[in-house]
Structure formats: structure tokens, C-alpha cells
């Protein structure tokens, strides 16, 4: 299974989905603990620390929330200019973006505030309408 790679195809069909629930970035130098680590969906190893996104919790005071849309289309890792096309179009609406590419599918964080802004945007973009 390699999944679409036109470009056209994967704009037209990308069926944005809003995933329940809040999400957090984190970072560790030490790393997490296992009973943390069992609820993140990534874990990243950088040279200044571990970076994890999990479920926001009630003790994340002060942490900026995400909401995450899954791009449902599968998308083909060699896919060029897909997030290109996603994060331009979010950037032009103030939009920030912090994308994650999986073997099946692209997940793009935006802030959680923004989350039906960056929803309509996706949907428009499918239509090849403006975003505004």
C-alpha cells in the first residue's frame, strides 16, 4: 500500500476529521515516565530533549492546546506539496500549524481556538474555493 501521491487528488479528497479532545506538546530532557508515555500518540527524540503530544490534562496549566485534524486520505509518503499546499493556505488566515506525517495518513495541530477556522479553511480548500 503506498497511498495517493497527486497532488490534486489528495487536495480534493483530504476529508479533514477533528479529533476529540484536546492535545499538548511536551518535552523532557529525562524523558517520561512509562504510565505517560502509554497515553501519547508521537514520541521524538531531539538532541535538547524528548518531545511528546498527549491528551491535555487538568494539571497543564499554562501549556497551549491543539486540536488535532487528521487528513483521512491516505496519503503517500513520496506526496509532494500536500502539507506545502495545507499550511500556506493556514498561514494565510493566521493560522499556525504543526504537522505530523504517519505511514497512512498527515495529522495537522492548530491551536485548539482555531480549530473550526482551520476545518472550514481544509473544506474550502477541497472545493478550490478561497479561504477567508
Not at 2 to 24: F, I
Not at 94 to 111: K, R, T, W
Request: glycine share 6%; net charge negative; aromatic share 8%.
Amino acid at each position: 500500500m503506498h497511498g495517493e501521491r497527486n497532488l490534486d487528488t489528495l487536495l480534493k479528497t483530504m476529508q479533514p476529521q477533528l479529533a476529540d479532545g484536546k492535545w499538548v506538546f511536551r518535552t523532557s530532557k529525562s524523558g517520561f515516565d512509562a504510565a505517560t508515555l502509554q497515553t501519547a500518540i508521537l514520541m521524538f527524540r531531539e538532541p535538547e530533549g524528548v518531545t511528546i503530544i498527549s491528551p491535555a490534562s487538568t494539571t497543564d496549566v499554562g501549556l497551549p492546546t491543539w486540536a488535532m485534524v487528521t487528513l483521512s486520505i491516505h496519503s503517500g509518503l513520496e506526496a509532494v506539496g500536500f502539507l506545502a499546499a495545507i499550511t500556506t493556505s493556514l498561514a494565510a488566515m493566521g493560522i499556525p500549524v504543526n504537522a505530523v506525517s504517519a505511514y497512512y495518513h498527515d495529522h495537522i495541530f492548530v491551536p485548539y481556538e482555531r480549530r473550526d477556522d482551520a476545518l472550514e479553511c481544509l473544506r474550502c480548500m477541497m472545493r478550490e474555493t478561497e479561504c477567508s
